[in-house]
Antibody, heavy 119, light 107 residues
Framework: EVQLMESGGGLIQSGESLRLSCAAS????????MIWVRQAPGKGLEWVST????????FYADSVKGRFTISRDNSKNTLYLQMNSLRAEDTAIYYC????????????WGQGTLVTVSS | DIQLTQSPSFLSASVGDRVTVTCRAS??????LVWHQQKPGEAPKVLIY???TLQSGVPSRFSGSGSGTEFTLTISSLQPEDFATYYC?????????FGQGTRLEIK
């Protein structure tokens, strides 16, 4: 069974940093691209970042480019999101869905971790 | 960037109804579309990928169609557990984008 477990969220002050983790199990982690998607309270879904299966390619939304860094450790089956210079508008639930296929279709979602940035 | 516009944004329907949600893209994206369902307080769940392929475990009353710039999600006979918010999402090109969502409520 595919399982994705996000962690690392919490309450943090504007301007500070936070690192999220996503522990994967139930599949060959190193064969799949991984994605971060967020959802602000009461709002829709917003793509944040994608990393290729090997980790050699990364993509970012303009809203986080230069502040967030996606990475992965395939030996630990873990995905990360380093978030720096956090802003109030980064407040959201952060999910780490899995990608599949050449076009990295999202096929499984984790339960998410809440990040609250206080100004 | 590919913009996705869903219609309607809000839909009221009854158990047993057939409902259709439309997702229109601002440019041709072949069939690289995913439909997600999200219930209040829960993570999203994938229903359909590649525009028309049913995700494993998803009931057959859900179906998807379309290619290019117009896509539809159809629920053939609404069940109580289907009342939720539905999002389309394109994976044709970066940045990945989502539609604004369609909230399906019980009439």
């Amino acid at each position: 069974e595919v399982q994705l477990m996000e962690s690392g969220g919490g309450l943090i002050q504007s301007g500070e940093s936070l690192r999220l983790s996503c522990a994967a199990s139930g599949f060959t982690f190193s064969s799949h691209a991984m994605i971060w998607v967020r959802q602000a309270p009461g709002k829709g879904l917003e793509w944040v970042s994608t990393i290729t299966a090997s980790g050699d390619g990364t993509f970012y939304a303009d809203s986080v480019k230069g502040r967030f860094t996606i990475s992965r450790d395939n030996s630990k089956n873990t995905l990360y999101l380093q978030m720096n210079s956090l802003r109030a508008e980064d407040t959201a639930i952060y999910y780490c869905p899995r990608g599949r296929g050449n076009n990295n279709y999202v096929d499984y979602w984790g339960q998410g971790t809440l990040v609250t940035v206080s100004s | 960037d590919i913009q996705l516009t869903q219609s309607p944004s809000f839909l009221s329907a009854s158990v047993g109804d057939r409902v259709t949600v439309t997702c229109r893209a601002s440019q041709d994206m072949s069939n690289h579309l995913v439909w997600h369902q999200q219930k209040p307080g829960e993570a999203p769940k994938v229903l359909i990928y590649a525009a028309s392929t049913l995700q494993s475990g998803v009931p057959s009353r859900f179906s998807g169609s379309g290619s290019g710039t117009e896509f539809t999600l159809t629920i053939s006979s609404l069940q109580p557990e289907d009342f939720a918010t539905y999002y389309c999402q394109q994976s044709n090109s970066y940045p990945i984008t989502f539609g604004q969502g369609t909230r399906l409520e019980i009439k």
